[in-house]
Nanobody, 128 residues
Framework: QVQLVESGGGLVQAGGSLRLSCVVS????????MGWFRQAPGKEREFVAA?????????YYADSVKGRFTISRDNAKNTVYLQMNGLKPEDTAVYSC????????????????????WGQGTQVTVSS
């Protein structure tokens, strides 16, 4: 059974940083693209960042986070990270990681339907 567990969320002041982690179990994640999405109260889930399957994988970002957030992965640890710098109040949301069901492919997967497995999410709150 594939499980994704996020951690690293919390409360931070505007301009601060957080690093989210997502550990995958039940499947070796190294062959699969992964992504981060977020959902704010009353809004739809939106794409944040994605990374392709290789350990030095290419990444793809939403315009709203480009230059501030960095996605990376450590396939030896079955873990993907999201480093978030320069946080803004509008970044407040529940952040979830996702894993594609099909192996390999690119990092250009920015739709919810592109992913088959999801974590429960971790809350990020940015105060002004």
């Amino acid at each position: 059974q594939v499980q994704l567990v996020e951690s690293g969320g919390g409360l931070v002041q505007a301009g601060g940083s957080l690093r989210l982690s997502c550990v995958v179990s039940g499947r070796t994640s190294s062959r699969y693209a992964m992504g981060w999405f977020r959902q704010a109260p009353g809004k739809e889930r939106e794409f944040v960042a994605a990374i392709n399957w290789s350990n030095s994988g290419s990444a793809y970002y939403a315009d709203s986070v480009k230059g501030r957030f960095t996605i990376s992965r450590d396939n030896a640890k079955n873990t993907v990270y999201l480093q978030m710098n320069g946080l803004k109040p509008e970044d407040t949301a529940v952040y979830s990681c996702a894993l594609r069901g099909a192996p390999y492919g690119s990092s250009w997967y920015n739709r919810v339907d592109d992913y088959d497995y999801w974590g429960q999410g971790t809350q990020v709150t940015v105060s002004s």
